[in-house]
């Protein structure tokens, strides 16, 4: 995370941080109350809800129940065409279901530093339930433009990468600046207007690389999936989601 350490209300940052020290018993009291983890416990949920799934499809499940377990959250684009369109179970929870499945190890560790790295701060913003919905609805909006492109496809969606991407979006619409001094307060300052985040230091550079970046890997113009298909155009929707999404989920928004 981008930390604006050029502000000129540093100085006075650091004021603050060494009264409030002083006043709750010196540096050294609040050393002792740092946490050793600066992960929020819905990020942790969710981690381990990714690796427990991933584990369990890999090395507990049987033929029949792995077969099952894809079928049904796996996200099908053809589900939701008029052949196919049924009120069950897969139609249901497929949608947001498919972000606990991944393909493999990279897949799966790849997705889960993002979230960390870029999720943290934003969870602790909008809070365990908010977090929670935000994820449920940047999973949406990456499968809503992945099944307008894909419309009618059979080949499955799997993985978390559109609501990480949503969490990457919405940290995107704070500059990417997070409360250094009390990191558990999360994202620092307001939701900026969409115009204006991009036009923040270093915004629309990173956004525009990680574009490029998952558009050359879902492509393979540059060899490297070896065959494996990554859906760049769920991440695009994921990341475009959260971007307009925090506007609507930050609970400081009318500050």
Request: hydrophobic share 50%.
């Amino acid at each position: 995370m981008q930390n604006d350490s050029s502000s000129p209300d540093d100085q006075h940052k650091h004021i603050l941080h060494d009264e409030q020290a002083e006043a709750s018993g010196g540096p050294a009291q609040l050393e002792k109350r740092q946490p050793i983890f600066n992960l929020p416990l819905v990020l942790i949920c969710l981690v381990g809800v990714c690796i427990g799934v991933h584990v369990l499809r890999l090395n507990v499940l049987s033929e029949n129940w792995h077969n099952w377990l894809l079928l049904t959250f796996a996200y099908f684009p053809i589900r939701f065409t008029p052949e196919y369109f049924a009120l069950d179970l897969p139609t249901l929870i497929s949608p947001i279901g498919h972000t606990f499945l991944h393909g493999d190890w990279t897949h799966l560790g790849l997705n889960m530093i993002w979230l960390v790295a870029f999720g943290s701060p934003v969870a602790y913003r909008l809070g365990w339930r908010r977090s929670l919905l935000f994820w449920a609805v940047t999973a949406l909006g990456a499968v809503i433009l992945h099944t307008i492109i894909y419309f009618g496809d059979s080949v499955p969606l799997i993985g978390a990468s559109g609501a990480v991407s949503g969490f990457l979006g919405g940290a995107a619409r704070f500059g990417f600046r997070s409360n250094q001094i009390h990191p558990r307060q999360g994202l620092a300052g307001p939701v900026y207007a969409p115009l204006e985040s991009l036009k923040l230091r270093g915004v629309l550079p990173f956004l525009t690389i990680w574009m490029a970046m998952n558009f050359a890997f879902g492509s393979n113009i540059i060899g490297l999936s070896d065959g494996a298909s990554i859906a760049w155009e769920a991440h695009i929707g994921g990341l475009l989601t959260g971007f307009f999404a925090i506007a609507f989920l930050d609970p400081k928004r009318s500050r």
